[in-house]
C-alpha cells in the first residue's frame, strides 16, 4: 500500500480523492492548507510516497508550500489547479512537481496520473528495493525480511502481513477494524482475540522495538516511528 497527501482547502475535494484513492488501494493523509501540509512532512519527511497539492489555498498557497515541502521531503508531487495558464504551469514545473491537473478533473484520470507518477519515479511495486529502518529494526519490503539489529527475525505470514500494514501506515490511529479488514480481509469470521495475539506475537519477535507499536486504547493501535 501506497501513501498519499492530499492537500486541498475544499474538504469535497479531499474526500472525493481519498474515495477513488483507497479505491485503488492507496493510503491517504489530508491536510486542509498549505501551512499543514508542511507542518506534516517536517515531522514525517518520509512517509508519503506522492503529494496531490492544490495552488489556490489560503495560509500558504500551493507553489510556496511545495518550495518548504522541498526542504525536507522529496516525495513527487502533483499540483491541482483551477487556473490552466501556461504561466502556473512553467512555474510549477520549475519548482519540480511532476505533473499538473486542472480542475474540474476526472477522479478516474487523476488516479492514473498518480500511479504513472509512482511507477516512474521508482516508489511503485517494482525492481527497486524499497527498505525502510527504525533504529535497530529494519523492514525490506521486497523480500519481506525484517532484521533486528542485524539479526533476521522469522514472522509468521499473517505477522508479516500486520507489520507491513502498520509500517506503512505509520504514526496513523489504525481501529481494530481497519487492521482485521485490511490484514485479514473481509471474510473474516473470527473475534479481535485474533487480532490482540498477532500483535503480542509481533511485539515479541521485534524485541525493543515493540516500543514502537503502541496500543490506543478504546481504538486500536499505532506504529509510532518517525
Known sequence: MY??????????IRLLIRKYAEFEGYSVVEAGD???????????????????????????DGFSAVKEIRKVCQAPVLMLSARGEEYDKIHGFELG????????FSPKELMMRVAA???R???FNGPKKKVISFEG?????????????????????????????MVTNRNIALTREQLITNVWGYDFYGD???LDTHIKLLRKSLGPYAKFIVTLRGVGYRFEAE
Open 3 to 12: 501513501r498519499l497527501l492530499v492537500v486541498d482547502d475544499e474538504e469535497k
Open 34 to 60: 498549505g501551512m499543514e501540509a508542511v507542518q506534516i512532512c517536517r515531522e514525517h519527511p518520509r512517509d508519503f510516497d506522492l503529494i496531490i497539492m492544490d495552488v489556490m489555498m489560503p495560509e500558504l
Open 97 to 104: 512537481i511532476d505533473d499538473y491537473v486542472v480542475k474540474p
Open 117 to 119: 507518477i509512482i511507477k
Open 121 to 123: 519515479t521508482g516508489s
Open 137 to 165: 529494526l529494519k523492514i525490506d519490503f521486497t523480500a519481506r525480511i525484517v532484521t533486528v539489529d542485524g539479526v533476521k527475525t522469522e514472522l509468521s505470514p499473517k505477522e508479516y502481513d500486520l507489520l507491513f500494514y
Open 192 to 194: 479481535d482475540r485474533t
